[in-house]
C-alpha cells in the first residue's frame, strides 16, 4: 500500500436496512470508505457532502426514485454509478442514456459480484486520471505504465495505436482503434450501444447504433481467435457490448 493513497469513498444508497448492512459491511471490508443514505433526497445532500468515488443505488427509494437521483448526479458529478434493478425491464434505462448509470446489478446479487463492478469502475476512473496526467506530463508517472494495455495475447499500444494478437502487429482504422481502446478500458462492464456510440463517434453522429455492431464485428475478425465465438468482445443481448480481459 501506498502511503499517499486515499481510501476510494462510496455512497450506497438503499432503504432496505438489511441490504443496506450488508452492502456497507462488504465494501468496508475492501477498505472503501462507505457512507450510507436511505432515501433519494438524503442520497443527494450527502452526495455533494461527501463527493464519493463511486455511488451504488438503488431505483426503488423513498421520495425521490433511483432514476431522479442518477439524472441529478449525473449533472454534479463524473463518479461512476452503479444501478440495482429489481426487474428485468427496468435494465434498458438503466444502462441507456436517457439515465446514464454506468453499469447496473439485478437483485438478487452477489456481493463478489458487486465488489467485482465496484474494482472495475473505479479502475476505470483511476485510468482516465493517469491518462490525463500522463497526457499533460509525459515521463511524470514512470511507475504507472498507461501506455500499453495487456490483456494476454492481446497487447493495446496507445501511443503508437498499434495492436499485436497473434503473433503479429498491426494497425487497426482509426473508429475500430478507439472503440476497441473504448472497450478495453471498460472491461467487465456491460456498455450500451448508444453509450459507446456517444462516447467513441461522439455526439454529432448521426449513423446510428448499427455503426457499432459494424465495427464490433470487424475487431472480433482481427482479436478474437474464432470470431463466431468471441471471448472477448461479448454481446449482451438486447444491451450491447462487454470486454473480457
Ligand atoms: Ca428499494
Known sequence: MQGAVVNPKVLVVEDEPALA??????????????????????????????IPDLVVLDIMLPHLDGYEVCRILRQETNAPIIMLTARA???DKVVGLEVGADDYLTKPFSMRELIARVKALLRRVRLDREEM???????GHPDVPTERMVFGDLVIDLSRRE??????????????????????????????????????????????SRTVDVHVRWLREKIEADPANPTRL????????????
Not at 164 to 185: C, N, Q, Y
Request: aromatic content about 12%; proline content about 2%; overall charge negative.
Open 133 to 139: 496526467a500522463t497526457t499533460s506530463t509525459p515521463n
Open 234 to 245: 461479448v454481446t449482451v443481448r438486447g444491451i450491447g457490448y462487454r470486454f473480457e480481459g
Open 21 to 50: 448492512d450488508a452492502l456497507e459491511y462488504s465494501l468496508s471490508r475492501q477498505g472503501y470508505e462507505v457512507s450510507v443514505a436511505g432515501d433519494g433526497v438524503k442520497a443527494l445532500e450527502m452526495a455533494r457532502q461527501t
Open 89 to 91: 425491464d427496468e435494465v
Open 163 to 208: 495492436v499485436s494478437f497473434g503473433g503479429g502487429a498491426f494497425h487497426l482504422k482509426p473508429k475500430e482503434f478507439d472503440l476497441l481502446v473504448f472497450l478495453a478500458r471498460n472491461r467487465g462492464i456491460v456498455l450500451s450501444r448508444d453509450l459507446i456510440l456517444e462516447r467513441v463517434w461522439g455526439w454529432d453522429y448521426d449513423g446510428g
